[in-house]
């Protein structure tokens, strides 16, 4: 993160961002504007027509889809994903006061997938 690149040290003194902290330290300079807008799941669904099945004489119904999960989040949040997910650490680190730190969890997985589902 260039946040962290950038901190405050003595060879980057005019720097204004905070100085490298001791671990388990929280600050204000952590806080940040997590709203979001996600494109959640999204499904397309095809439904065959009867008329076009008749001439089989063994499927009565068709529908074929594409589904896809976690496609898009709209954010202007720096992390991987702005919905705190994770209660990582041990001891004072999954207390009340840092339920909602990002401890760099890892983003939702995108997923497709692809079917068909056919009526006998």
């Known amino acids: 993160m260039d946040f962290y690149k950038n901190r ?61 999960d976690n496609l898009y989040t709209f954010t202007k949040y720096s992390g991987y994903d702005p919905e705190i997910h994770t209660a990582q650490g041990a001891g004072s680190m999954t207390g009340v006061l840092t339920s909602g730190f990002d401890y760099g969890a890892f983003p939702l997985a995108r997923t497709f997938s692809i079917g068909a589902n056919f009526e006998f």
């Open 8 to 68: 405050w040290t003595l060879d980057n003194p005019t720097s204004t961002q905070y100085a490298d902290m001791s671990f388990g330290t929280m600050s204000s300079a952590f806080v940040e504007d997590a709203s979001f807008l996600r494109l959640k799941t999204v499904r397309l669904t095809y439904t065959f027509p009867s008329r076009w099945l008749e001439k089989t004489h063994v499927i009565r119904g068709l529908k074929v889809y594409i589904a896809g």
